[in-house]
């Protein structure tokens, strides 16, 4: 069973910067592409943020391009999320997502394994 632990949320006002980590457990994580999601209130979950199974290869989403960034240590499971320039819009519940692919992942119903997600939110 995959388990997905995220950390790192908070509040932080506009223009700040916040980074989100995800550990996971209970399988090669180095086999595997990692991606990050998110639901703000009413919304329905979007996605943020992807990274193959290397790390040599990244998606995002158009809403965070050139402000956050995906990385991922295969050395300590561990994928991360730097978000910087942060809006009031980015606001939301994000969640770390385990797919059973190698390649990059953005439609949140092709995501197998989640995390319990972590709030973010952001002031003006």
């Known amino acids: 069973q995959v388990q997905l632990v995220e950390s790192g949320g908070g509040l932080v006002q506009a223009g700040g910067s916040l980074r989100l980590s995800c550990a996971a457990s209970g399988r090669t994580f180095s086999f595997y592409a990692m991606g990050w999601f998110r639901q703000a209130p009413g919304k329905e979950r979007e996605f943020v943020a992807a990274?193959?199974?290397?790390?040599?290869?990244?998606s995002y989403a158009d809403s965070v391009k050139g402000r956050f960034a995906i990385s991922r240590d295969n050395t300590k499971n561990t994928v991360y999320l730097q978000m910087n320039s942060l809006k009031p819009e980015d606001t939301a519940v994000y969640y770390c997502a385990a797919p059973n692919r190698r390649r990059p992942v953005i439609a949140p119903t092709e995501i197998e394994y989640w995390g319990q997600g972590t709030q973010v939110t952001v002031s003006s």
């Open positions: 990274i193959n199974w290397s790390g040599g290869s990244t």
